[in-house]
């Protein structure tokens, strides 16, 4: 009973899900609008964590699982620099078992 | 408006495409007039109904049903393949669109025994109901689900495409003539909006501002392998029978939310649902929460030895139908959760049923206009009285105050612990002074929360639910 389940890195798990690539950017942010960002929401609020910190806002938009709440919380708490749209259709994540 | 004018006659060859090689289609019931000219051009049809989730396909079931030229537009490579919820149908509002058909849907296990558990870092506290008649509900996988659905909504003479993001509407002086999806413009009389939480189309027919971060969820799943033997027994189910549990408090680190668990046939949907304001605002990664609730050990036993087998994520709107200035305008009505059309009262979750239920009302209302031969906005406005009427709908204004009641944070790091210590309390027998159940209650709240909030919370959750 003790033992510890087997963490699930996301790594691991966004492995488990299927995405076509979209060639047309459908994520972009102005990242030096980010550089004055106090809360910098959607570190956090991501599941796939597209965004990352590492001196400046860095994103990849691959593994994006197109939920939209970054572009939420950016817009409201954070420093409306994203701007997002579905990607192209056919493109993106694709669930099996959603 | 010229704008549009050189397009009008133009030919929509990227959709024409999909429509010629889409998937081969399900025959329909009846023959389809028509058919050959549709698959040449995009034009003719009366009504677009964006985003072939439950409440699309119900949308044009019902049109097409009824003899109207319908289009259905998907975005994801085929219906389902963007969407993800927990993991439960409730059957009624599919019995009321397909009637006995209803029993052909994909249907994982219905569901018997339903559960909620309290937790602390190492307590839980869980009650358990098991219904006479599992039939009320079921458990099913959204590939499969919504696929199965826009196919019946195929055989009823709906056209669906799949692969085509709408971009925007073709408005004319405001009102809605059509849509755009990508190179393409298909004018048509009416648009249904069914794109989801995002609802790109009701903002820009100017019905929906920006949602606010407390007005949405963010919820997660891990979808984890486990032979069916091994879950029955694990969760106490005679063969092919169904469960359904709620998780509060320890799992979702205090912050507004829960965790869900859902019985599939040879798998377990393991998932939370948090708000996005109380992730953003306490800066908490939001995928760490599924750790959190998985190594819970209530749960870890659950899924001992199982394979997560896929991760999946989605944003759920939680403003209800006010998320949206009104659900209609000229030449467009906006259902399912691009309405808000969905319901979370603490201890039911739906969407899948409410979504049906809300396509078909608009799929009445357009059906209503088109024999008055008027989609003005005053013409449509019969929809937000079906809304209110509509039994199933109905609850969402009922519990209209429960949002605002959950947001109250007490509930996920106060009161679970509370349940919890107070079992500890009752149940524990130490040789130590035993003291009556109600003054063991008393000295739990001590320091945890006032006598005033405690029976202000009980009295508002007794008006609110």
């Known amino acids: 009973m003790s033992e510890k389940q087997e963490e699930m890195s996301l790594d691991k798990r966004l492995a488990l899900v299927s995405f076509n690539k979209d060639s047309e950017p459908f994520i972009v942010v102005d990242t030096k609008l980010c550089q004055q960002c106090e809360r910098k929401p959607c570190l956090y609020i991501c599941p796939a964590q597209v965004y990352n910190w590492q001196d400046q806002l860095n994103y990849n938009t691959e593994g994006c699982m197109e939920t939209g709440a970054c572009l939420i919380v950016c817009h409201k708490i954070g420093a409306k620099a994203i701007s997002w749209k579905y990607p192209s259709g056919g493109k993106g994540v694709s669930f099996r078992l959603g | 408006m010229g704008r549009w004018g050189d397009e009008r006659e133009r030919r929509c060859v990227a959709l024409t495409l999909h429509l010629r090689t889409d998937r081969p289609r399900a025959k329909p019931d009846k023959p389809r007039d028509g058919i050959k000219e549709r698959e040449l051009s995009l034009e003719g049809f009366e009504v677009a109904v964006v985003g072939a989730g439950p409440a699309g396909s119900a949308a044009a079931l ?12 998907e975005r994801g490579t085929f219906p389902g393949s963007k969407n993800v919820f927990g993991g439960r149908i409730y059957s009624y509002a599919l019995k009321r669109l397909l009637g ?16 909620i558990t309290f937790m602390t870092a190492d307590s839980s506290f869980s ?28 055989k009823a003479g709906a056209s669906l495409i799949t692969d085509s993001r709408v971009d925007d509407l073709v408005l004319e002086r405001g009102i809605v003539k059509g849509i755009i ?8 009389d009416a648009v249904i ?5 995002t609802t790109n189309l009701a903002r820009k027919a100017g019905l929906a501002s920006m949602l606010e971060p407390r007005e949405v969820s963010i919820g997660m799943k891990d979808v984890i392998e486990l032979p069916a033997d091994k879950m029955e027994e694990r969760l106490g189910l005679e063969p092919e029978e169904g469960a359904a549990h709620v998780f509060v408090g320890e799992c979702s680190g205090g912050l507004r939310g829960g965790g869900f668990l859902y019985t599939n046939k040879d798998s377990l949907a393991l998932g939370m649902v948090v708000g996005a304001d109380d ?15 998985r190594n819970h050990r209530k749960v870890r036993r659950l899924i001992r030895d199982g394979k997560t087998i896929e991760y999946d994520a989605h944003m759920i709107p939680e403003a209800g139908p006010k998320m949206l200035t009104r659900p209609y305008t000229g030449g467009m009505l906006v259902a399912g959760d691009a309405a808000g059309h969905l319901l979370n009262n603490g201890y039911t979750f739906r969407g899948v049923d409410m979504a049906i239920v809300s396509g078909i009302a608009a799929a009445q209302t357009i059906l209503e206009a088109r024999k008055r031969k008027d989609y003005s906005a005053q013409s449509l406005q019969t929809y937000e009285r079906r809304l209110r009427e509509e039994p199933a709908l109905k609850d969402m204004y009922t519990f209209s105050k429960v949002p605002r009641y959950l947001r109250n944070n007490r509930l996920y790091n106060v009161y679970p612990e509370l349940v919890c210590n107070a079992a500890e309390a009752i149940y524990r027998v130490d040789g130590n002074r035993k003291r009556k159940i109600y003054k063991e209650l008393r000295t739990q709240t001590k320091g945890k929360v006032s006598t005033i909030s405690l029976i202000r919370d009980l009295l508002a959750g007794a008006r609110t639910f």
């Open chain 2, 100 to 115: 006995e058909r209803w029993k052909d849907a994909p249907v994982e296990r219905f569901v018997r025994k339903e559960g």
């Open chain 2, 62 to 73: 019902t049109l097409a049903r009824e003899g109207v030229q319908v289009l259905l537009v």
């Open chain 2, 181 to 188: 999806a990508g190179p393409d413009k298909i004018p048509t």
């Open chain 2, 279 to 293: 992730i953003s605002t306490k800066k908490v990664p939001s995928h760490t929460l599924m750790d959190r609730l």
């Open chain 2, 127 to 154: 009650v358990e109901y098991e219904s006479k008649d599992p039939t009320g509900s079921f458990t099913s996988i959204r590939s499969k689900f919504d696929k199965w659905l826009a196919e019946e909504a195929e």
């Open chain 2, 193 to 197: 909006a069914c794109d989801g939480t």
